[in-house]
């Protein structure tokens, strides 16, 4: 029996997301295809776990700007070293599980776990194939490390590979399969029945509205957005969800109880059902993490950034903005004038919706599975 082990890192919900994607996958369609799934940080050092995940939401929270020059920084210079040398050390331990369990793939969905395996086989410690999954709509360095001894790099992108390539990337090793979805969005939705279940009219238009989830970033402008949204336009209806953050969900229900919208709005804390709440959206509000940013291309929705994280998030939003998906609300744009170009403008809204198809690849799980298992 093949074993394919599958590491993810917890530093945003991304990494996890699409790892679960991948062994559901395996593990529906290759009955003889052995899978396990661990997250590579916790097991080599739960302490350096629970400082590394605390601290990184605690400076997206509190010191976005912070993150920005960690994430640059970490491609190059005395930070990069560090943590190619760190990586080096944890992968001795991790080592450890690999000779007990013997893989015959590594599928990876975190830059560390590529790291540190590449570092094993360079040392004859390993000799299963190594996959990278890139959850991102740029490529950032920290990828890379120990790449001639990666396999398999899968991207979402044509430009992701061409910049790869620039990097010096074999393109035989490069797949633009797109970042591992959910099987749910696949699915084909009762509109009518989603619609009813939430309360909603059949005869406006649905906004989906993400409003930043625990780390609730811009708080004041996403309820400067959300406000404009329901004061301006009488033919929409917003499900706004606050995700794990009470502030924003306390900001939300009080907007709603000022402007006695409570017809227009529906605000959810947490929900499961974001593939069954897509199907039925016209248009999707949200900071550009890759996995939203993924759902909401296969679900072929128009985007309106806000809040992105410097680092990632930012060259995921100019990334979208560029190829005609998506507008970016920056911090100093008035959010109406932004707005009324896409709602008042039926043209702009059918051009973005087709350019999120075309963006979009929604058998990317599918894909990368049978490109690894298959062929």
């Known amino acids: 029996m093949k074993k394919v082990m599958i590491f993810y ?32 940080v916790k097991y080599v050092n739960k302490t350096l776990d629970k400082l590394s995940t605390s601290a990184y939401k605690e400076m997206a929270k509190k010191a976005p700007w912070a993150w920005g020059k960690v994430y640059y920084n970490s491609q190059k210079g005395l930070l990069a070293k560090i943590s190619s040398s760190s990586n080096k050390l944890m992968a001795k331990k991790l ?26 086989r360079k040392n004859h410690k390993l000799d299963a194939k190594i996959a990278t999954i890139m959850t991102d709509f740029a490529p950032h360095d920290q990828w890379l490390v120990g790449s001639d001894y990666v ?6 992108n044509d430009k992701m590979k061409d910049s790869l390539i620039d990097l010096g ?41 993400f409003g930043g989830g625990e780390f609730g970033l811009g708080k ?32 939300f229900q009080e907007l709603s109880n000022e402007l006695h919208a409570e017809s227009k709005i529906k605000i959810l804390e947490y929900t499961n059902q974001v593939p069954e709440l897509m199907s039925i959206s016209d ?17 072929k929705l128009p985007i309106i950034i806000i809040n992105p994280l410097p680092g990632q998030e930012e060259e995921n939003a100019e990334f979208l903005e560029n190829a005609g998906a998506a507008i970016w609300i920056k911090k100093d744009d008035n959010p109406k004038q932004i707005i009324d170009t896409i709602l008042l403008n039926k043209d702009k809204l059918t051009q973005m919706r087709k350019n999120s198809e075309m963006l979009s690849r929604p058998y990317s799980t599918r894909d990368i599975c049978k490109i690894l298992l298959e062929d």
């Open 9 to 40: 890192a917890s530093y945003g919900g991304g990494h996890l997301s699409a790892a679960k994607a991948i062994k559901n996958f395996i593990d529906d369609h290759y009955k003889e295809v052995q899978t396990e799934m661990v997250d590579c």
């Open 95 to 120: 080592n450890k599980l690999l000779m007990e369990y013997k893989p015959n793939l590594i599928i990876s969905t975190h830059p560390f776990a590529s790291q540190m395996c590449s570092y094993l």
């Open 151 to 156: 396999d398999y790099f899968f991207v979402s």
């Open 169 to 209: 990337i074999d393109s035989f090793k490069i797949f633009v399969t797109g970042i591992p979805l959910s099987a749910r969005f696949l699915e084909e939705h009762n509109h009518k029945k989603i619609l009813n279940d939430f309360y909603l009219s059949e005869d406006k238009k649905t906004i989906l509205f």
């Open 220 to 251: 004041n402008k996403t309820v400067q957005i959300l406000r404009t949204l329901l004061e301006n336009y009488s033919d929409i209806q917003v499900v706004a969800i606050s995700g794990k953050n009470e502030k924003m969900k306390s900001a």
């Open 283 to 299: 248009l999707v509000i949200t900071k550009p993490g890759g996995l939203t940013i993924t759902e909401s291309l296969a679900s």
